[in-house]
């Protein structure tokens, strides 16, 4: 995520471990969960940079306007 934006998942889920977007090309992770719901303010492009860093979208589910997304290399 966005770490500026990622403070009402830390609350909700405090065992969840939130990275930033930015750090997938160095992350061992095989699998991801992407909560993109400021991206846009941002201006950030997380698709290409997910794929640049061989991830593909798997799965994209919307509850009551929140997508999450599962990447996975």
């Known amino acids: ?13 405090q065992s969840s471990n939130v990275l930033t977007l930015e750090s997938s ?7 991801i969960i992407i ?3 400021t991206a846009d303010i941002y201006g950030l ?3 290409t ?4 860093n ?3 979208l798997k799965k994209e589910v919307s509850f ?6 599962r990447w996975a290399k």
């Open 1 to 13: 995520m966005i770490l500026s934006s990622s403070d009402p998942v830390k609350y909700y889920s």
């Open 25 to 31: 090309k160095d992350s061992k992770q095989k699998e």
């Open 49 to 52: 940079l997910l794929s640049k």
């Open 45 to 47: 492009d997380y698709k």
């Open 64 to 69: 009551r306007e929140v997508t999450y997304e």
């Open 35 to 37: 909560i993109p719901y």
């Open 54 to 56: 061989g991830y593909q």
